[in-house]
């Protein structure tokens, strides 16, 4: 008899303990913490081996699966997330998604600049943890990129376009009639006069003028590249989008 109830208790913790696996493997994180804790406990183990293995691979599916994910609650993990480091590359993908997010993401960059994400930063060892200041730095940018796609589009929608000819091709002549890729509109900063884009990578193919300039470029490979600003002495927004979504700044940080 003892051995028969032993059996039958061994059956039912085997079974239960495949229930809590069943349920512990297939549980879906659903609040902006629990998306964002999610990438962090991987990224946490991927830290400790800097091998390019298995947790490296899993954080990649992770953030694929974050990126993919267009909810309000993953909009607020994606900006949680800059508050932590999750390799280098990682955090690129991190800053590069929340920008492709478009203004609505403003908001939120605005609050947690002005407060951290403290219930998970108290949760994680200090390799995964950003300095503050760091993680402000990377706001601040990402928001400067924020507002210049808000005033761009705004100014899109209450300007009337003009003919290329009222602009580039007509202060520039010379210029090439079309941009080849991205990599010919790096390199450039804040001070660099429009005409220097136009002269080097070619003449825009959308002009937008009223108040503000708005230069975009379509290149053959499904990539947008977008600059305005109100003086065409310097440059105030200067972005790429690719044709799989991915975007970010043009301009040079150095400057």
């Known amino acids: 008899m003892p051995k028969k109830i032993f059996v039958a208790v061994a059956m039912f913790a085997i079974a239960f303990s495949a229930v809590a696996c069943r349920r512990h493997k297939y549980h879906q994180p659903s609040t902006e913490a629990d998306l964002a804790t999610n990438v ?10 800097d091998d390019g293995g298995p947790k490296w691979d899993e954080l990649d599916r992770r953030l694929d699966a974050l990126f993919a994910n267009n909810t309000k609650e993953a909009d607020e993990a994606v ?19 929340l920008v492709s997010r478009g203004p609505r993401m403003m908001p ?4 947690y600049l ?3 994400p403290s219930s998970l930063l108290h949760e994680y060892p200090r390799r995964v943890r950003l300095e503050r200041e760091t993680t402000i730095g990377h706001l601040e940018e990402d928001l400067k990129l924020l507002q210049g796609q808000a005033s761009a589009s705004r100014a899109k929608g209450r300007a009337r376009p003009h003919s290329s000819e009222s602009i580039a091709k007509a202060m520039f002549p010379g210029a090439p009639q079309k941009a080849q890729s991205v990599d010919c509109f790096r390199g450039f900063n804040h001070n660099t006069p429009v005409g220097t884009v136009v002269q080097r990578c070619g003449s825009p193919d959308e002009e937008v003028g009223s108040g503000v300039y708005i230069f975009v470029w379509h290149l053959a490979d499904g990539s947008m590249v977008t600059l305005n600003t109100p003086y065409l002495s310097r440059i105030d927004y200067f972005g790429y989008r ?3 979504g991915k975007s970010g700044s043009l301009l040079d940080r150095k400057d």
């Open 108 to 111: 939120l960059v605005e609050r």
């Open 40 to 49: 962090v406990d991987i990224a946490s183990e991927a830290l400790l081996k």
């Open 242 to 244: 690719y044709a799989s």
């Open 79 to 97: 900006v949680i997330l800059v508050s932590f480091y999750l390799g280098e590359h990682e955090c690129e993908e991190v800053d590069e998604n």
């Open 114 to 116: 002005r407060e951290e």
